[in-house]
C-alpha cells in the first residue's frame, strides 16, 4: 500500500496522459502444470504478461482460463487437491517460492469475479475494507480512499449522496463497479478479472469495458472473457486456451485477423466453443 497522499489514484482520471509504449513483464509463466488431485486442468503454460496492458484470456468452457487466473494470484491453492509445477514470476519473484510472502501478492494483486459479490454493509464500507484491514484509521484518508476509488471505478457520480446506504440496493453493473472500487482501494499493481460482465446486461457491460481502458494507465489487467468481440473491443494480447493449454498468444488484432494455428482459427470463427 502507498501513503495516500502518494496514492497513483490521483492519476486515474487524466484520460489525456500517453500510452506508455515501453512494455515491461508483470508477470512471467514458465512452463506450468497444474493437477486438481489425478486431473491435469493446465499443460505447460508459458506467457509473459505486460505491464500495463490488458491481456484477455479466452477459450472454450473448462479449459483451464479461471484456473490459469486463480494461479495468478494464489487463489486456486484453497482448493485442497491442487498440485502444481513450473514458475509464475511476479515483478520478477517467484510466487510459491516459500520466502514469498502471499499476503504481498493479493496486496499488489486485485480480482473481480464473475458475480458482483459486494459485502452486506454500505457503500462507503464495502470500498474502505481492505484499506481499513491494512490498519488505515484516520477517516479523512479513508473518506479520500473512498472518493478515489469510486471516481477510478466511475462510480462516484452515482453514489456519491448515497455512500452510507446499503450496497445491495445498487444495480448489478453498479455493484461490479463498486467491486473493481473495492479492488483499487488497495492500490494493487494488477487487476484479475474472471469474467466480470457475464452477468451483466450490455449498457453495464460497456461501462465496465469502458472503465477497463482507463484503468490501464495505471494497472495491469488480465481478463477471463467468453466474449470475443469482447477481448477484441478492449485487450492489447490475447491468448487462446484450448483443453488446458495454451494454443496461441499474440496481440489481440494479430489473433484476431491473422491467426496461426489452426484451432484458434477455428474458435475464433465459431466453428467449435
Ligand atoms: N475446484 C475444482 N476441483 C476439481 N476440478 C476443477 C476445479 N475447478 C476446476 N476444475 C476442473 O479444471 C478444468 C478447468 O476448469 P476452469 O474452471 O479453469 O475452466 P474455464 O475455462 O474457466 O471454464 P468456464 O469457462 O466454464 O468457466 C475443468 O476440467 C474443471 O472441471
Known amino acids: 500500500m502507498q501513503a495516500a497522499s502518494e496514492s497513483k489514484h490521483v492519476s486515474i482520471l487524466n484520460t489525456n496522459e500517453p500510452d506508455k509504449e515501453e512494455t515491461k513483464t508483470i508477470y512471467a509463466v514458465d512452463n506450468f502444470n497444474l493437477w486438481y488431485g489425478d486431473n491435469q486442468a493446465l499443460y505447460d503454460v508459458k506467457m509473459d504478461i505486460p505491464m500495463n496492458k490488458v491481456t484477455a484470456i479466452i477459450g472454450p468452457s473448462g479449459c483451464g482460463k479461471s484456473t490459469f487466473i486463480k494461479a495468478l494470484n494464489r487463489l486456486v491453492e484453497l482448493v485442497p487437491s491442487v498440485k502444481m509445477s513450473g514458475s509464475i514470476k511476479y515483478d520478477d519473484k517467484d510466487i510459491f517460492s516459500p520466502k514469498y510472502k502471499v499476503e504481498d501478492l493479493r496486496t499488489n494483486v486485485g480480482m473481480v469475479f464473475q458475480n458482483p459479490n459486494p459485502f452486506?454493509?454500505?457503500?462507503?464500507?464495502?470500498?474502505?475494507?481492505?484499506?481499513?484491514?491494512?490498519?488505515?484509521?484516520?477517516?479523512?484518508?479513508?473518506d479520500e480512499i473512498a472518493e478515489k476509488s469510486l471516481k477510478g471505478a466511475a462510480l462516484w457520480d452515482e453514489v456519491k449522496d448515497r455512500l452510507h446506504?446499503?450496497?445491495?440496493?445498487?444495480?448489478?453493473?453498479?455493484?461490479?463497479?463498486?467491486?473493481?472500487?473495492?479492488?483499487?482501494?488497495?492500490?494493487?499493481?494488477?487487476?484479475?478479472?474472471?469474467?466480470?460482465?457475464?452477468?451483466?446486461?450490455?449498457?453495464?457491460?460497456?461501462?465496465?469495458?469502458?472503465?477497463?481502458?482507463?484503468?490501464?494507465?495505471?494497472?495491469?489487467?488480465?481478463?477471463?472473457?467468453?466474449?470475443?468481440?469482447?477481448?477484441?473491443?478492449?485487450?492489447?494480447?490475447?491468448?487462446?486456451?484450448?483443453?488446458?493449454?495454451?494454443?496461441?498468444?499474440?496481440?489481440?488484432?494479430?489473433?484476431?485477423?491473422?491467426?496461426?494455428?489452426?484451432?484458434?482459427?477455428?474458435?475464433?470463427?465459431g466453428r467449435f466453443g
Open 120 to 142: 452486506p454493509k454500505s457503500i462507503y464500507e464495502n470500498v474502505i475494507y481492505g484499506p481499513k484491514t491494512h490498519g488505515i484509521k484516520k477517516k479523512k484518508v479513508l
Open 165 to 269: 446506504e446499503n450496497a445491495f440496493g445498487l444495480s448489478g453493473g453498479q455493484q461490479q463497479r463498486l467491486c473493481i472500487a473495492r479492488c483499487l482501494a488497495i492500490e494493487p499493481d494488477v487487476i484479475l478479472m474472471d469474467e466480470p460482465t457475464s452477468a451483466l446486461d450490455p449498457i453495464s457491460t460497456t461501462k465496465i469495458e469502458e472503465l477497463v481502458q482507463n484503468l490501464k494507465k495505471d494497472y495491469s489487467i488480465a481478463i477471463v472473457t467468453h466474449n470475443m468481440q469482447q477481448a477484441a473491443r478492449i485487450s492489447d494480447k490475447t491468448a487462446f486456451f484450448l483443453n488446458g493449454e495454451v494454443i496461441e498468444y499474440s496481440n489481440t488484432d494479430k489473433l484476431f485477423s491473422n491467426p496461426d494455428d489452426k484451432r484458434t482459427e477455428d474458435y475464433i470463427t
